[in-house]
């Protein structure tokens, strides 16, 4: 009972395919579902999951170590175990291409969601 309270409590919990809305979208409320939409398929979840821990790994190090000329590694190593999860698995182009803010939301959202208990994986 509890599972599906909470999945009701989230956008699109079963990932479900939504149609992209030709006019755009007016808030990252409205793209939220349709971000999740193009993570259907359960690897690239799991790779964005695995690139969203390691930007904050890295990030923290970064801070850690006084490092911050290296940020550029944390940036392209997220993008790019998500994109070989869109590329490769999903079979799609990533959202970042047509929403680029939306899109960088989503992540972070759909990993926080993760993170904490709220959304299945």
Known sequence: MAVQKLNKEIANH??????????????????????????CNTIN?????LATSNVVGILAYLVATRQPKFWWIALIQGYGFAWIGHFIFEKNRPATFKH?????MGDWKMWYEVVSGKRKF
């Open 14 to 39: 079963n990932y479900s395919k939504r149609a992209y809305k030709t006019e755009g979208y007016k808030s990252f409320e409205d793209f939220y579902p349709y971000y999740l939409s193009e993570h």
């Open 45 to 49: 979840r799991r790779l964005h999951l």
């Open 100 to 104: 680029p803010i939306y899109s960088f």
